[in-house]
Nanobody
Framework: QVQLVESGGGLVQAGGSLRLSCAASGRTFSMYAMGWFRQAPGKERVFVAA????????YYADSVKGRFTISRDNAKNTVYLQMNSLKPEDTAVYYCAARVSDYVSTWDYDYDYWGQGTQVTVSS
């Protein structure tokens, strides 16, 4: 079992930055591919970014490419999402997810463990 706890959300003005953290507890965190998803009010949950565990390969949704950066620190069992140049359309609940695989996926059903989410609100 893996437990995931997100933190770092909040209210920020457009153009600002936030860094989300996802702390994992459980065994062999370093063997999980990690992803970030988000869900805006009234919309489906969508892929944001993901990182593999072996090579640290990263993948991004087109909507955040160039603005968001995903990274991980296996020694701290933590994955991060650095969000820069935030826009009002980035407002959502952000979820961290872990997949028991070295291969990342952009599909939420491929992930095995989920955090509770953290709210990010970007004001215009």
């Amino acid at each position: 079992q893996v437990q995931l706890v997100e933190s770092g959300g909040g209210l920020v003005q457009a153009g600002g930055s936030l860094r989300l953290s996802c702390a994992a507890s459980g065994r062999t965190f370093s063997m999980y591919a990690m992803g970030w998803f988000r869900q805006a009010p009234g919309k489906e949950r969508v892929f944001v970014a993901a990182i593999s565990w072996s090579r640290g390969s990263t993948y991004y949704a087109d909507s955040v490419k160039g603005r968001f950066t995903i990274s991980r620190d296996n020694a701290k069992n933590t994955v991060y999402l650095q969000m820069n140049s935030l826009k009002p359309e980035d407002t959502a609940v952000y979820y961290c997810a872990a997949r028991v695989s070295d291969y990342v996926s952009t599909w939420d059903y491929d992930y095995d463990y989920w955090g509770q989410g953290t709210q990010v609100t970007v004001s215009s």
